[in-house]
């Protein structure tokens, strides 16, 4: 699927199953929960964080895929609000960092 293909069945399934968008603030709060979602199992999983008794450690991997489809599904809907080509934007973004960056972490000794 690519990011077009997404935001027309995101913006279809809203408009269906989900009746309407909500707003833009509250879109925005329910990315950055979604995002506080995707850190915590992060933490657990990657960092040293423990899970909580009532956690399943086996399941946390598939956990943190549909966290991150969370926060993709909502930053899809922000962007079909906003009138954001998300595969325009990201093309930009791709460009701009290769400018920027283009020596920046090749020389960077902390990669190496």
């Not at 293909?5 to 603030?25: C, F, H, M």
Request: aromatic share 6%; net charge negative.
């Amino acid at each position: 699927m690519t990011l077009e293909e997404a935001q027309k069945i995101v913006d279809q399934w809203i408009n269906t199953i989900g009746v309407r968008y909500y707003s833009e603030l509250t879109n925005t709060a329910i990315l950055m929960e979604e995002v506080g979602e995707v850190a915590r199992l992060m933490a657990r999983i990657y960092g040293e964080q423990s899970f909580k008794k009532k956690e399943d450690e086996a399941k946390a991997p598939a956990k943190l895929a549909d966290e991150m489809a969370d926060v993709l599904f909502v930053l899809i809907c922000l962007a079909n609000q906003t009138g954001v080509d998300l595969t325009d934007a990201l093309h930009k973004n791709l460009s701009k960092k290769t400018n920027r960056d283009a020596d920046r972490h090749a020389n960077n000794e902390k990669l190496k």
